[in-house]
């Protein structure tokens, strides 16, 4: 599976921010979709996740209630909306997506896209 960003950009303290990810075929067979992110200098975090299958959310401490996870499994997409935005969620924000075939777990990573929060 390929994934897709896009999204990304430069937005002020408080504003809103929708990224996509795309993947390159049916996604039935996915069964963890999520978004990390790496601001400079730090390791990759996690953002948020949601089960392929029934939907079941979680969310990092420092993103919940401000952004939300969801996905299309019609078109092969998942968000990320993001409000209330702050200097400290700039980040180079990468998809990710397991997938589960004959009991052995495949990991997929997008090219990354950058939001950048001004103050």
């Known amino acids: 599976v390929q994934l897709v960003e896009s999204g990304g950009g430069l937005v002020q303290a408080g504003g809103s921010l929708r990224l996509s990810c795309e993947a390159s075929?049916?996604?039935?067979?996915?069964?963890?979709w999520g978004w990390y992110r790496q601001a400079p200098g730090k390791t990759r975090e996690l953002v948020a996740t949601i089960l392929g299958n029934g939907g079941t959310t979680n969310y990092a401490d420092s993103v919940k209630g401000r952004f939300t996870i969801s996905r299309d499994n019609a078109e092969n997409t998942m968000y990320l909306q993001m409000n209330s935005l702050k200097p400290e969620d700039t980040a180079v924000y990468y998809c990710?997506?397991?997938?589960?075939?004959?009991?052995?777990?495949?990991?997929?990573w997008g090219q990354g896209t950058q939001v950048t929060v001004s103050s």
């Open positions: 990710y997506a397991r997938e589960r075939v004959l009991s052995l777990d495949y990991n997929y």
């Open positions: 075929r049916s996604t039935f067979t996915i069964s963890v």
